[in-house]
């Protein structure tokens, strides 16, 4: 009987607001999609795998690049090029930079006031950009150089004792980093923080799971108590927040500790932070280390499956070193660490292509089918580094090298990662040491000097007899690498 009377009361309310909108806006239709039912919307429907690839097929299926979609009572836009996303994500930033509420991710989990989650209208958002800007800046960047260098050394030389260890040894390095520069912690082996970016990514993705909870939609519902039949979802959520709050906080009591005694390390955190806010910091271990943490790993297994990739290059040259910034440009290209950019949200009623875009609709960049667009990328599911490399083979029919994967990498509009661009003075530096030009990206770094180590002192192929996978395939969350296979790593003899 409950349970009916719950049914009745959410069909009666969709049916309302479904009435009210369409009087109120009669001229333009929703871009074209998939219907499913009338109470649950696509809900059901949803792609739990992979669904960069059902986007970019039901765009298709449907002939726009912009389409949409109902879970409950809130409308979902994707967009499948590049020109849709120029177009509202990076021109009409002003409108399309908020984030759609979670309600069981910033409420019951209560991260809405971090850096990724925070609103665009709030002053902090600036606040916190300005801050990345300037903690990870150029002069920041430099300073942290000899350690990015130490630890890419020693994930290359990690991989080489035990290859079957590819992910431990790639988290270790982020987290090595990132602790350092965030908190002036020095990372030991086994440290219960080298799965905290992996722990709180998981975490993340779970509970912002498009469609998953009915709070999001229904959010009166959150004030029911715990203990109520019905209510697990809510005693997750609280589950969840401890958990993503111990992970947040025991770093940054760590450095209060040691600041209040006086024997801490300079640091970001302690130079530039007020020691009570912990949303911003946690970003530089939980955002950033999970991005590169994702690169790094499918960058190794692509170049198991690619041995020729290495065999053309030789760091030893200064000419080959710009090939290793085609290297990273087409891993990120061809493994988006982001599929989906993180969705923003429209603030106003907007009309594009002709289409309605209703007010507080959800907007997700399908960064995977711009990366896979053949009219951008020709034969966009070769690996090619070549493509990114001025008069090329595969550049036959360009006389420039193909667009930079990286301005769909990273973000977009107001939401965009600060300081995204990065420099190919910087693979200058690896020969001469030397560093002068504004815009680096402190992840990109981090990313370079890996593959930089990796290159220069492994041999990573596939096992004897393994037979390569005609499609590899990606983990499914927030950020995405390909899954695991079997690997081998030999040391590179030197002379």
């Known amino acids: 009987m409950h349970s009916l009377l719950v049914t009745l009361t959410l069909g009666l309310t969709l049916l309302l607001l479904r009435i009210l909108t369409r009087t109120a806006s009669t001229r333009y239709n929703l871009p074209p999609g998939p219907q499913g039912g009338f109470i649950l919307g696509m809900r059901r429907l949803l792609p739990s795998v992979e669904p960069w690839k059902t986007y970019a097929r039901w765009s298709q299926v449907y002939g726009d690049p912009v389409m949409s979609f109902r879970v409950y009572n809130r409308h979902i836009v994707v967009l499948n090029s590049a020109e849709a996303i120029s177009d509202l994500l990076e021109t009409k930033a002003e409108i399309y930079s908020d984030r759609p509420m979670s309600w069981m991710y910033n409420v019951i989990c209560d991260r809405g006031r971090a850096i990724f989650n925070i609103s665009s209208s709030n002053p902090r958002h600036k606040q916190y950009r300005k801050t990345l800007q300037s903690g990870l800046g150029l002069r920041a960047t430099r300073e942290y150089l000899p350690l990015i260098q130490q630890e890419s050394l020693r994930l290359a030389l990690g991989l080489i004792q035990s290859p079957e260890q590819l992910v431990t040894h790639v988290q270790r390095n982020s987290a090595a980093v990132i602790m350092k520069v965030a908190f002036g912690y020095t990372i030991t082996d086994d440290d219960p923080f080298i799965k905290v970016a992996d722990e709180a990514s998981r975490i993340s993705g779970w509970a912002t799971q498009p469609g998953r909870w009915l709070v999001d939609h229904h959010p009166i519902i959150r004030f ?12 997750q959520g609280l589950a969840w927040r401890a958990r993503l709050r111990y992970l947040a906080e025991v770093p940054h009591q760590w450095l209060q500790e040691k600041m209040a005694s006086g024997t801490h390390t300079d640091c970001f955190t302690s130079r530039l932070l007020s020691p009570d806010d912990g949303n911003i910091y946690s970003a530089l271990y939980a955002g950033a280390g999970d991005t590169t943490v994702s690169a790094i790993i499918s960058f190794v297994l692509l170049m198991a499956l690619h041995p020729e990739v290495q065999d053309d290059v030789d760091l ?19 493994a988006p660490v982001g599929n989906m950019a993180l969705p923003h949200r429209v603030t106003e009623e907007d009309v594009y292509r002709g ?15 711009v990366l896979h667009d053949p009219s951008i990328y020709p034969e966009p599911f070769t690996f090619s580094p070549e493509r990114f490399m001025p008069s090329s083979p595969s550049n036959s029919e360009r006389s420039t090298p193909q667009p930079d ?20 003075l910087l693979l200058t530096w690896l020969t001469y040491h030397t560093f002068d030009h504004p815009g680096i990206h402190f992840a990109e770094t981090t990313m370079l000097f890996a593959m930089f180590n990796i290159l220069l002192r492994c041999k990573i192929s596939l096992p004897s007899g393994a037979t390569k996978p005609v499609e590899v395939e990606f ?16 040391p590179i003899k030197t002379t």
Not at 226 to 233: A, D, Q, R, Y
Not at 355 to 369: E, F, H, Q, T
């Open 475 to 490: 983990t499914t969350g927030i950020t995405s690498h390909i899954k695991l296979f079997p690997i081998v790593v030999e």
């Open 316 to 334: 030893n040259q200064i000419s080959r070193l710009p090939y290793l910034n085609a290297i990273m440009k087409e891993v990120l290209r061809f």
């Open 405 to 424: 994967s990286k301005q769909w990498s990273f973000g977009f509009g107001k939401r965009a990662c600060p300081g995204k661009r990065i420099s190919g």
């Open 224 to 235: 029911f108590p715990s203990w109520l039949p019905g209510m697990g979802w809510k005693r």
């Open 355 to 369: 289409y309605r875009i209703p007010k507080d609709a959800s907007i997700i960049a399908n960064v995977w089918a």
